[in-house]
């Protein structure tokens, strides 16, 4: 079974600094999709980035990156200019293609503070 | 557009009745969700449906029901609330076929069991 695992349960960086989540998931497939969400106070899910595993290339969304590590299968997002709007909660999650798999997992997520 | 919509927002149960958690989406969506998140937790899979008719058990199953007699809702079912149950409940949809679509979630409910 696919697992995606979060090793930081917490996380402050100071507003303007750059601060990366780390994500490591487990699979026996070759063709998948990452996804980071994002989740504020409000418990709201917001994605953030997705990522097709047959892609090379880091997905990239504005101030959010990923380094896509798919040997290691790794899955950190990094942010950079921290500001005070993205404290929240947020979570990588998996999905697989095929009908066994084509659900999302998610790790138990990584609560970001942003200090002023 | 109201997207996924999710009742109660709250609600307090006590041990041994059951409730029906209500979900349904406007997009016409295939695929749909749900999840219990427990503090430290993150998001636990606990029943998903791939069409009208289809449900399957996800990570979480026990203590719950589902079924999906229509595109547009996927309620599901407590039975015997137990004080493990009380968590907050996530439902969330996707069209079908397309693995990298982003999910839509409702707003949540937060159910106590007393």
């Known amino acids: 079974a696919q697992t995606v695992t979060q090793s930081q349960p917490e996380m402050s960086v100071q507003e303007a600094e750059t601060v990366t989540l780390s994500c490591t998931y487990d699979?026996?497939?070759?063709?998948?999709?990452l996804f980071w969400y994002k989740q504020p106070p409000s418990r709201q899910m917001i994605l953030v980035i997705r990522?097709?595993?047959?892609?090379?290339q880091n997905a990239t969304e504005n101030r959010f990156s990923v380094n896509f590590q798919k040997a290691a299968k790794s899955f950190s997002l990094k942010i950079s200019d921290s500001q005070l709007g993205d404290a929240a909660m947020y979570f990588c999650a998996y999905r697989g293609v095929s009908g066994a798999t084509n659900k999302l997992i998610f790790g138990t997520g990584t609560l970001l503070a942003v200090q002023p | 557009n109201a997207g996924v919509t999710q009742t109660p927002k709250f609600h307090i149960l006590k041990i041994g009745q059951s409730m029906t958690l209500q979900c349904t989406q406007d997009?016409?969506?295939?695929?749909m969700y749900w999840y219990r998140q427990d503090p430290g937790m993150g998001l636990k899979l606990i029943y998903y449906s791939v069409g009208a008719g289809i449900t399957d058990k996800g990570e979480v199953p026990n203590g719950y029901n589902v079924s999906r007699s229509t595109t547009e809702d996927f309620p599901l079912r407590l039975e015997l609330a137990a004080p493990s149950q009380t968590s907050v409940y996530f439902c969330a949809s996707t069209p079908i076929g397309f693995g990298n679509t982003e999910a839509f979630f409702g707003q949540g409910t937060r159910l106590t069991v007393v």
């Open positions: 699979t026996s497939e070759s063709d998948y999709y």
């Open positions: 997009m016409n969506h295939n695929y």
């Open positions: 990522q097709e595993a047959y892609k090379q």
